[in-house]
Protein backbone atom coordinates (compact mmCIF):
# COMPACT_ATOMS: atom_id res chain seq x y z
CA UNK A 1 0.00 0.00 0.00
CA UNK A 2 0.83 3.49 -0.11
CA UNK A 3 3.50 4.86 2.55
CA UNK A 4 5.58 8.02 3.27
CA UNK A 5 9.13 7.46 4.96
CA UNK A 6 10.88 10.76 7.12
CA UNK A 7 13.87 9.12 8.55
CA UNK A 8 14.54 11.95 10.47
CA UNK A 9 12.55 12.28 13.77
CA UNK A 10 14.48 15.20 15.36
CA UNK A 11 16.83 17.87 13.02
CA UNK A 12 18.73 20.23 15.19
CA UNK A 13 20.42 23.44 13.24
CA UNK A 14 21.93 26.55 13.81
CA UNK A 15 20.31 29.34 12.21
CA UNK A 16 21.48 30.50 9.11
CA UNK A 17 22.08 26.93 7.79
CA UNK A 18 20.43 25.40 5.31
CA UNK A 19 17.63 22.69 6.38
CA UNK A 20 17.00 19.39 4.16
CA UNK A 21 14.46 17.49 5.17
CA UNK A 22 14.24 13.95 3.85
CA UNK A 23 11.18 12.17 1.87
CA UNK A 24 10.47 9.11 0.52
CA UNK A 25 7.70 7.49 -0.50
CA UNK A 26 5.99 4.22 -1.86
CA UNK A 27 3.03 4.21 -3.80
CA UNK A 28 1.63 2.07 -7.26
CA UNK A 29 -0.26 5.27 -8.86
CA UNK A 30 1.63 7.11 -11.66
CA UNK A 31 -0.08 10.34 -10.81
CA UNK A 32 0.17 10.70 -6.95
CA UNK A 33 0.24 13.99 -5.53
CA UNK A 34 2.97 14.81 -2.40
CA UNK A 35 2.40 17.67 0.24
CA UNK A 36 4.37 18.78 3.26
CA UNK A 37 2.58 20.07 6.05
CA UNK A 38 4.02 22.62 9.10
CA UNK A 39 2.46 22.14 12.32
CA UNK A 40 3.94 25.31 14.48
CA UNK A 41 3.63 24.64 18.26
CA UNK A 42 -0.24 25.72 19.23
CA UNK A 43 -1.27 26.06 15.75
CA UNK A 44 -2.82 24.27 13.64
CA UNK A 45 -1.08 22.14 10.93
CA UNK A 46 -1.14 23.80 7.45
CA UNK A 47 -0.34 23.52 3.84
CA UNK A 48 3.02 24.25 3.11
CA UNK A 49 3.42 23.56 -0.78
CA UNK A 50 2.36 20.21 -2.93
CA UNK A 51 3.77 19.08 -6.14
CA UNK A 52 2.82 16.05 -8.41
CA UNK A 53 5.02 17.40 -11.49
CA UNK A 54 8.31 15.19 -11.99
CA UNK A 55 11.51 16.74 -11.67
CA UNK A 56 9.57 20.54 -10.91
CA UNK A 57 10.89 22.97 -7.94
CA UNK A 58 7.80 23.39 -6.21
CA UNK A 59 8.39 27.01 -3.69
CA UNK A 60 6.29 28.78 -1.18
CA UNK A 61 7.42 30.81 2.07
CA UNK A 62 11.10 30.57 1.16
CA UNK A 63 10.69 26.65 1.43
CA UNK A 64 10.72 23.78 -1.53
CA UNK A 65 10.93 20.97 -2.47
CA UNK A 66 11.13 19.06 -6.20
CA UNK A 67 9.16 15.74 -6.70
CA UNK A 68 11.57 13.35 -8.43
CA UNK A 69 9.70 10.18 -9.24
CA UNK A 70 12.65 8.18 -10.45
CA UNK A 71 13.53 7.96 -6.70
CA UNK A 72 10.58 8.30 -5.22
CA UNK A 73 11.53 11.50 -3.00
CA UNK A 74 9.95 14.71 -2.40
CA UNK A 75 12.80 16.21 -0.25
CA UNK A 76 11.90 19.63 1.65
CA UNK A 77 14.40 22.56 1.44
CA UNK A 78 15.36 25.65 2.26
CA UNK A 79 18.92 28.27 2.05
CA UNK A 80 18.69 29.97 5.21
CA UNK A 81 16.75 28.45 8.17
CA UNK A 82 15.35 30.88 10.40
CA UNK A 83 14.27 31.17 14.16
CA UNK A 84 10.46 30.36 13.51
CA UNK A 85 11.07 27.98 11.07
CA UNK A 86 11.28 25.20 14.60
CA UNK A 87 8.00 23.12 13.72
CA UNK A 88 6.95 19.42 13.32
CA UNK A 89 6.72 18.81 9.42
CA UNK A 90 4.76 16.41 7.94
CA UNK A 91 5.31 14.92 4.35
CA UNK A 92 2.19 13.16 2.92
CA UNK A 93 1.03 11.45 -0.26
CA UNK A 94 -2.15 10.83 -2.11
CA UNK A 95 -2.07 8.02 -4.52
CA UNK A 96 -5.02 7.24 -5.67
CA UNK A 97 -9.17 9.56 -5.76
CA UNK A 98 -10.08 7.98 -2.49
CA UNK A 99 -9.78 11.65 -1.14
CA UNK A 100 -7.15 10.06 1.95
CA UNK A 101 -3.67 10.99 2.09
CA UNK A 102 -1.02 9.27 4.11
CA UNK A 103 1.69 11.17 6.53
CA UNK A 104 4.85 10.04 7.20
CA UNK A 105 5.58 9.98 11.18
CA UNK A 106 6.98 14.30 11.14
CA UNK A 107 10.19 15.60 11.27
CA UNK A 108 10.75 17.84 14.29
CA UNK A 109 12.70 20.89 13.12
CA UNK A 110 14.59 22.80 15.73
CA UNK A 111 16.76 25.95 14.87
CA UNK A 112 18.47 27.69 17.59
CA UNK A 113 20.54 30.71 17.69
CA UNK B 1 -12.28 31.45 3.91
CA UNK B 2 -13.90 28.78 6.56
CA UNK B 3 -12.97 27.73 10.27
CA UNK B 4 -12.99 24.50 11.99
CA UNK B 5 -13.34 24.42 15.83
CA UNK B 6 -13.13 21.40 17.81
CA UNK B 7 -14.98 21.08 21.06
CA UNK B 8 -13.72 20.14 23.41
CA UNK B 9 -10.07 22.05 23.38
CA UNK B 10 -9.09 19.02 26.13
CA UNK B 11 -10.89 16.57 27.40
CA UNK B 12 -9.94 14.60 30.60
CA UNK B 13 -11.53 11.04 31.41
CA UNK B 14 -11.46 7.82 33.48
CA UNK B 15 -10.16 4.53 32.30
CA UNK B 16 -12.88 2.74 30.63
CA UNK B 17 -15.11 5.68 29.97
CA UNK B 18 -16.67 6.51 27.00
CA UNK B 19 -15.82 10.26 25.17
CA UNK B 20 -17.16 12.44 22.59
CA UNK B 21 -15.12 14.51 20.43
CA UNK B 22 -16.81 17.33 17.92
CA UNK B 23 -15.45 18.97 15.46
CA UNK B 24 -17.49 21.58 13.03
CA UNK B 25 -16.16 23.27 9.66
CA UNK B 26 -17.81 25.78 7.81
CA UNK B 27 -16.30 25.39 4.60
CA UNK B 28 -18.74 23.40 3.21
CA UNK B 29 -16.19 20.42 2.48
CA UNK B 30 -17.69 17.26 1.73
CA UNK B 31 -15.10 15.42 2.94
CA UNK B 32 -13.90 15.07 6.94
CA UNK B 33 -10.61 13.63 8.87
CA UNK B 34 -10.42 12.67 12.14
CA UNK B 35 -6.40 11.87 13.13
CA UNK B 36 -4.74 11.10 16.17
CA UNK B 37 -1.19 12.67 16.78
CA UNK B 38 1.32 11.21 18.80
CA UNK B 39 4.67 11.97 19.03
CA UNK B 40 6.87 10.39 17.31
CA UNK B 41 3.86 8.27 15.24
CA UNK B 42 2.88 11.08 13.21
CA UNK B 43 -0.30 11.69 11.91
CA UNK B 44 -2.72 8.43 11.79
CA UNK B 45 -6.22 8.64 10.28
CA UNK B 46 -9.16 7.21 12.30
CA UNK B 47 -12.16 7.91 9.98
CA UNK B 48 -12.62 9.91 7.48
CA UNK B 49 -16.50 10.49 5.99
CA UNK B 50 -16.58 11.86 2.07
CA UNK B 51 -20.28 12.70 2.70
CA UNK B 52 -22.91 13.01 5.06
CA UNK B 53 -23.74 10.14 6.79
CA UNK B 54 -20.65 8.15 5.62
CA UNK B 55 -17.92 6.55 7.27
CA UNK B 56 -14.33 5.22 6.03
CA UNK B 57 -12.45 2.91 8.57
CA UNK B 58 -8.99 4.54 8.54
CA UNK B 59 -5.92 3.01 10.18
CA UNK B 60 -6.65 3.24 13.37
CA UNK B 61 -10.25 2.70 13.79
CA UNK B 62 -9.97 -0.24 16.16
CA UNK B 63 -11.41 1.63 19.85
CA UNK B 64 -13.22 4.37 18.06
CA UNK B 65 -16.82 5.24 16.48
CA UNK B 66 -17.60 7.91 14.21
CA UNK B 67 -20.45 9.38 13.12
CA UNK B 68 -21.59 12.44 9.91
CA UNK B 69 -25.29 13.46 10.92
CA UNK B 70 -24.70 16.46 8.62
CA UNK B 71 -22.12 17.73 6.10
CA UNK B 72 -20.83 20.07 8.49
CA UNK B 73 -19.85 17.82 11.79
CA UNK B 74 -18.02 14.66 12.09
CA UNK B 75 -17.91 13.36 16.08
CA UNK B 76 -15.60 10.85 16.88
CA UNK B 77 -16.20 9.07 20.02
CA UNK B 78 -13.65 7.21 22.40
CA UNK B 79 -15.07 3.75 23.21
CA UNK B 80 -13.36 2.74 26.11
CA UNK B 81 -10.49 5.12 27.39
CA UNK B 82 -7.27 3.01 28.28
CA UNK B 83 -5.45 4.15 31.34
CA UNK B 84 -2.76 6.84 31.13
CA UNK B 85 -3.61 7.83 27.43
CA UNK B 86 -2.32 10.95 26.07
CA UNK B 87 -2.95 12.37 22.79
CA UNK B 88 -4.24 15.38 20.60
CA UNK B 89 -6.97 14.46 17.96
CA UNK B 90 -6.96 16.74 15.16
CA UNK B 91 -10.08 17.08 12.43
CA UNK B 92 -9.71 18.25 9.36
CA UNK B 93 -11.62 19.07 5.96
CA UNK B 94 -11.17 19.33 2.24
CA UNK B 95 -13.03 19.27 -0.98
CA UNK B 96 -13.32 15.81 -2.51
CA UNK B 97 -10.21 15.15 -4.55
CA UNK B 98 -7.01 13.75 -4.08
CA UNK B 99 -5.09 16.85 -4.76
CA UNK B 100 -7.05 19.22 -2.21
CA UNK B 101 -5.35 20.82 0.77
CA UNK B 102 -6.47 19.42 4.02
CA UNK B 103 -7.74 22.15 6.37
CA UNK B 104 -7.14 21.33 10.23
CA UNK B 105 -9.05 22.07 13.42
CA UNK B 106 -6.96 23.16 16.55
CA UNK B 107 -7.57 19.55 18.26
CA UNK B 108 -8.46 17.87 21.04
CA UNK B 109 -5.91 16.88 23.87
CA UNK B 110 -6.99 13.91 25.71
CA UNK B 111 -5.71 12.76 29.18
CA UNK B 112 -7.14 9.56 30.86
CA UNK B 113 -6.31 9.06 34.73
Known amino acids: GDSVTQKEGLVTLTEGLPVMLNCTYQTIYSNAFLFWYVHYLNESPRLLLK?????KRTEHQGFHATLHKSSSSFHLQKSSAQLSDSALYYC???????????FGDGTQLVVKP | GGIITQTPKFLIGQEGQKLTLKCQQN?????MYWYRQDSGKGLRLIYYSITENDLQKGDLSEGYDASREKKSSFSLTVTSAQKNEMAVFLC????????????FGPGTRLTVL
Open chain 1, 92 to 102: ALSGNSNNRIF
Open chain 2, 92 to 103: ASSISSNYAEQF
Open chain 1, 51 to 55: SSTDN
Open chain 2, 27 to 31: FNHDT
